[in-house]
């Protein structure tokens, strides 16, 4: 039986897109059950459910602060639908100990920047601020540290002279969907022996 997989998107969806596309052409060995979203007007969950993937929208500002009670509904949610592994993907929310403990190295993230460089927000600026002549992505496990778990791949892109945060995001985000599709498959056939 194939893993299900649950992505966690805010936004546009992109690499979720990416994701569910090699899942439905068995490139990944796991079948794409749910697209979660904390952002009820995000793009991505339009474009899954144009894909046929399942969709809800758990909006975090309902609950008012209160990051527990948010994350209990997300797990009920993923526990109903038996779900093996989460991919984060554009999550704009940071998970807690707690959280991250239930599904103890069965979260995956895709961070842009080559890790454990510019860990966190804006990391293409802080990339060519700090004269950088190559950049990436990385796929890594989810821990407690904000992007601190164990780094299952990369992929480095070049730093041009005249790159802008912008040029430089457009070129990693193609990256990105390419490694976070082959690491997934990749993290699926280490754990899931058929």
């Avoid at 704009?92 to 995956?108: A, V």
Wanted: charged fraction near 20%; glycine fraction near 6%; include cysteine.
């Amino acid at each position: 039986m194939k893993p299900r997989i649950a992505i966690l998107i805010s936004g546009g969806g992109s690499n979720m897109v990416s994701l569910v596309n090699s899942m439905k052409s068995n490139r990944i060995n796991a079948l794409p059950a749910i697209v979660i979203s904390n952002n009820p007007n995000a793009a991505g969950l339009k474009k899954a459910s144009e894909l046929d993937v399942p969709t809800i929208s758990i909006d975090h500002k309902i609950f008012n602060g209160n990051r527990e009670a948010f994350e209990e509904t997300l797990n009920n949610t993923l526990q109903r639908e038996t779900i093996d592994i989460i991919c984060l993907a554009g999550f704009m929310r940071i998970l807690s100990h707690s959280f991250i403990n239930q599904w103890d190295n069965k979260i995956l993230n895709i961070h842009p920047s080559l890790l454990p460089k510019y860990k966190g927000l804006n990391t293409h600026q802080r990339a060519i601020d700090a004269s950088d002549k190559i950049t990436g992505c990385s796929v890594h496990i989810v821990t407690s540290e904000l992007d601190g778990g164990l780094v299952l791949g990369q992929k480095s892109v070049n730093i041009s002279s005249d790159e802008t945060a912008q040029t430089l995001a457009e070129k990693v985000l193609v990256e990105e969907h390419v490694l976070y599709s082959k690491i997934l498959d990749d993290f699926i056939n280490n754990i899931y022996v058929q």
